[in-house]
Each structure stands twice: as structure tokens, then as C-alpha cells.
């Protein structure tokens, strides 16, 4: 990937305060003496060379500036590194983002996903339209209360900061609207442990793309559901969904009741081809067929001694596929093995791996994230097939090329979610158990001699882009259309979704 030069310390300084700060009480105003900026406007001139610049000894200024830039940055608040004294709050600085809202739901809904829709790519008009569906999460004992909501979220204004000084402009009509929520609820009985979204094209462009969802439930089961109806709705007036389009269209049953969060639909199969693991360790492939019957391997891929936490497919490879699991190891696999074994099987973590994400801009790179707050990126190129031929147990051992490209630590809780940047090949979104989302560029670069002034800041990598503080996050998903937005959804009683579009240069 292309190198790209480290910003100076004093825009780094800056960036690192892109995040939320503490809000205290504001501090009566002290009125102070004030001194005469030009009071030695008269010196001689000896007086002037022997004081150097500014009144001050050679060096002194340099000196100076650092210690000014030290003292501010001493009092960046680092969520999951610093704590609020009483009284303290954190709020986010609006004038660090392009676009933020916040949506909240009856129930958490800790899982969920982005649906493409027919606005157009890359588009940056505001106000902004979303698409989205998500499972909810009901406390115990009430789960008959849990639903699928299939969301358009409109009227996304950006920050008013950020809108032009022109309030003629075409670009800052209706800015001013509110934002707009519109749901469908379709009931389940079981919480929504995770959801994925696929679309299948259209037969011709006057009809819509099918959008299927596959849901991981608590109760060990795969339930699919055709949105289609419930997207249409929204917009086009009088369009109403039955009871029947609430239902699933298919109830996949090969787990036999064992949850499970491992679930991924194939980018390379129009029809739709959905991966799902369980606890149990187990990975069954489903191929939806083109009558709406699905096709189901019923021998499970086998190889991991504990629960399969994420599943990828290859962005460029059909067959081939990637497993995370709380064994710790993270394998590759290959859909036309009889034998249904790993084909390549590394130890990365002495925790669980509980995340990760397939870079499709870069096919050979992996982005994981585990249990101990590391999120480290591989190159697949330098993963080897073991020796010893494909039982599980020659690959209880890390390969002695499988040292990550990059590895930080920076988070101190678990990674709960990666997510590549859908155009960015550099760009990495990761949620973490601190209550943190955080946006990386791996291509930042620092020489030796600016990577030892890290302006008082101590164990911030220089590839940290942006801190936002979120209570409970649990996923983070780029907009694919929209760059730059990022839409993460977490909860503490109450679901929260966050919209926001930080102001990084990432779009």
C-alpha cells in the first residue's frame, strides 16, 4: 500500500484531539495585568541580536513551544485510558466531525448492517440518506419482544460548522430539516445475536434488487427474511407489507440449537451463499437456490477446538474462506476439501480472536482483533499450508512467518469490531470494550527522529487517525456509498446508533 508522510507534530497534536474531551464547569474570568507587546520596541540594536528572537536567548523559543504543546496535550482526555473526575461528562467536539447523529431504539440492537441503495456512489450531497437493518437484543425473560427493524434514516444534515457561508447554496438546502427515522418492524422470538444483509441484482432495472437477511439467533437457529417489501415501502406511497412478508422465507435448522455469531454472505455469488459457525466449532455452507429453497452442506467444516466468533469469505476467491475462533488461531479453508479441513491454520492470540475483516482492496491482507484489546493486520502471502498434512492438530502452533505486517495495542479492553475502509486500502475502523471507535491509516509513516516527540502524549501510535467515545459499542460499519460515514451501534439500557461522519480527510 502507498506510504504517506506523517503530518507535522503540531497537526498531529491537533488530530489527536479529534475526539471527546471532558466538559467541566466553566472557571470565573480573571482579569489579569496587561503588558505591552512593543514596551522594547526601542532596544539598541546589541540588544536585539544578544536576545535573539522574540526577546529570548537562542533556542529558547523551540524550547518554549514544546513546552506549550506538552501542557495542552497533557489534558487530551484518551477514553479507556483516562478517567472522569465526578461531576465530569464527555461530550463530543463538534467541530471535529462533518456529520454526527445519534438514534435511539427501545432495545439495544447490537448487531446490524448498512443496505446499498440506488442514490449513488461516492456521493456527498447533504442531506444524507441511510438504509439499515438491525436485530434487537430484549432483556431476559422478554424476548418475545425482539424484532428486526429495517430503518431509512433521512434528512442527516452535516454540522453546522461545516456548512458553506453561502446560505443560498444548492448543497445547504433543506440542511436545516430535521433528521427523519422510518422503521418496519418484523417480530422475532429470539434475540438477534448477529445480522448480515445481501443483495441479489434486479432482472431489469425497473425492478428492485432482492434484499435478503440472514439472522443469527440465540436460539441456535439461521432465520432468513426478505426486506425487499419493507425497503419499497418507504418509498413508494400506498406500498403496505403483510403479515406473511413479516415472516421468514426460510428457517435454517443445521446448528440443532447451538448459537452461534460466525456469519458471512459470499460477495462473489449473486444468488446468495451464507456462512454461519457456532460454539460448537462448527461451519455450515447454505447456497440459496434460485426457487427460494436453499441447498445445505450437512457435513459442517471442522478444525477449531472452541467457538467460531467470525467468518469472512475471500473477496477474490469463491471457494476460499477465513475462520476466527476463541481458540485463539484463525484458519483458511478451502470449500472443495473433502475432508472439510483447514487448509492453512495459525495461532495469533493467546485470547480469543473475536473479529476480523478481509481487506477488498487488498486481497492479501486480514485485519483481526482479540480478546486482549490487540487488533494486528497479516499478509495472507506469508501464511503456509503446515507440513504436516491437514488435521487440526498440526496447526496448534504459529507458523514461523506469520508475524503481522502491524499489531497495536492501544486499546486495553476486547476488540469487538474491524471493519476496513470500503475505498481505502490503508483505512481501519475498530471498536473495542473501552467504549471507543477508533479510525487508523496505515500508511501513516513517522522516521525515528519525529516518532520520539510525541508532544507529551505517550502510547498513541501516530496511525491513529480519530477517537469517538460510544458507551457499549459493540459494531462499526463504513456506509459503502457514502465515504467516510461510519454508522456504529452499541447500547446501555437503551440502544444507541451513532452516525457520524468524521472530519479526517477520509473522504
Known sequence: MAKRPAEPVGTESDALKRGNRPTKPEADDEIGDFEDEYEDEFESEDEIFEAGVDGQPDGEPEAEEQNDAMEVDQQTFIPGRNRLAPGETLAPDPTTYEMLHTLTTTWPCLSFDIIRDDLGDERTAYPATIYAVAGTQ??????????????????????????????????????????????????LSSTTNRIRAHQSPPLNSSVAPTTLTATMTEAGQVLIHDITPHLTSFDTPGTTVTQQQNKPTSTLRMHKGVEGYAIDWSPLV?????????????????????????????????????????IQWSPVERNVFASASSDGTVKIWDLRSK????????????????????????????????????WAVWDLRSWKPSAAGSSSSSFSTMNSNSTPVASFNFHKEQITSIEWHPQEDSIVAVAAGDNTLTLWDLAVELDDEESRDTAGVEGVPPQLLFVHYMEMIKEAHWHPQIPGVVVATGGLGFGHVNLLFPYTGLC
Do not use: Y
Not at 285 to 306: A, K, Q, Y
Not at 343 to 365: C, E, F, P, Y
Open 138 to 187: 430484549a432483556e431476559s425473560g422478554r424476548e418475545k419482544e425482539n424484532e428486526l427493524m429495517v430503518m431509512k434514516l433521512s434528512g442527516l444534515s452535516r454540522m453546522e460548522q461545516m456548512r458553506g457561508d453561502d446560505e443560498d447554496s444548492d448543497d445547504d438546502d433543506n440542511e436545516d430539516a430535521d433528521p427523519i427515522l422510518e422503521s418496519k418492524s418484523i417480530p
Open 270 to 310: 449473486p444468488q446468495g451463499k451464507l456462512l454461519t459457525g457456532d460454539n460448537a466449532g462448527k461451519i455450515f455452507v447454505s447456497t440459496h437456490n434460485e426457487g427460494g429453497s436453499w441447498s445445505i452442506d450437512d457435513r459442517p467444516f471442522t478444525g477449531h477446538e472452541s467457538s467460531v466468533e467470525d
Open 339 to 374: 475432508a472439510h479441513k483447514p487448509a492453512i491454520g495459525v495461532q495469533i492470540s493467546k485470547s480469543d480472536v473475536n473479529v476480523m475483516t478481509w481487506s477488498r482492496q487488498t486481497s492479501h491482507l486480514l485485519a483481526t482483533g482479540a480478546d486482549d484489546g490487540v
